[in-house]
């Protein structure tokens, strides 16, 4: 499934200061991976804007959706770029898959991590066999901060099978990601076959409103070997 890139990774760690999130919806598997394919590919060729960090490609198991995760060190390292080299880059993606439909970045940060396969302060997406990304929306800040503590309470369950937990906030208030990296189907499969009563603040996370959960695996990733700025 996966396409290996060249290595670049900077082994030094450095927090994540912004995440962004965004799905282009594509239609089928051939023009998922065409633009996969076409976006980390603008991405490899240098030189990297100030403050980029990582980007990684998550296909969704049904063909549907590419979904972009993204990691700055700020957000207006991100801005600048998005004024200066962003429409370019956006140009030669369409250019090769027309009718992208991208319903919009969303602007995180990172609330908390669980596992012994998570990193902190940094995603890194590449030894998942299989991701699950959930969205709840939440009325506000304060409805945002009280699902944020019922899924962090939930997560601290050890789950077999699952390596890495990551939960994350959207900077406008109204919004939870949580992404959970599995070893395998098998491991994924087997939590959501436990009984409700099982998991802890189900009723919680469920009650918030607009959860959506979708299936991912890992394509690309492209991380400069040095981080500008």
């Known amino acids: 499934m996966t396409t290996t890139v060249p290595e670049r990774r900077d082994e030094t760690p450095r927090e994540a200061g912004t995440i962004l999130i965004s799905p282009w919806i594509v239609g089928t598997p051939p023009r998922q991976r065409a633009a996969a394919d076409s976006l980390i590919g603008e991405w490899e060729r240098p030189p990297w804007p100030a403050g980029f960090q990582a980007l990684t490609c998550l296909l969704s198991v049904d063909g549907t959706t590419v979904l972009n995760y993204a990691q700055w060190r700020s957000d207006a390292d991100h801005l600048e770029f998005v004024r200066t080299r962003r ?5 030669g993606i369409d ?4 009718d992208i439909e991208r319903p919009g970045v969303v602007r995180y940060r990172l609330h908390g991590v669980v596992g012994a ?3 902190a302060g940094r ?7 299989v991701i699950e990304i959930s969205t709840a929306d ?10 944020l503590t019922a899924w962090a309470g939930a997560a601290a369950r050890p789950v077999a099978g699952r390596t890495a937990f990551y939960l994350h906030r959207s900077v406008d208030g109204t919004r ?7 070893s395998d189907e098998a491991a994924r499969d087997a939590l959501h076959a436990e009984p409700r009563a099982a998991l802890p603040a189900v009723d919680a996370i469920e009650g918030a409103g607009g959860l959506r959960t979708a ?8 991380v400069p070997s040095e981080l500008p700025g």
């Not at 995603?123 to 066999?129: G, L, P, T």
């Not at 299936?215 to 492209?222: D, G």
């Open 87 to 91: 429409p370019a880059m956006v140009r």
């Open 95 to 98: 250019e090769d898959v027309p």
């Open 117 to 119: 396969g998570a990193a």
């Open 123 to 129: 995603v890194d997406h590449r030894a998942a066999a």
């Open 138 to 147: 939440t009325e506000d800040a304060e409805a945002q901060a009280r699902l």
């Open 176 to 182: 939870v990601l949580a992404c959970s990296h599995f």
């Open 215 to 222: 299936v991912f695996r890992w394509y690309r990733e492209v």
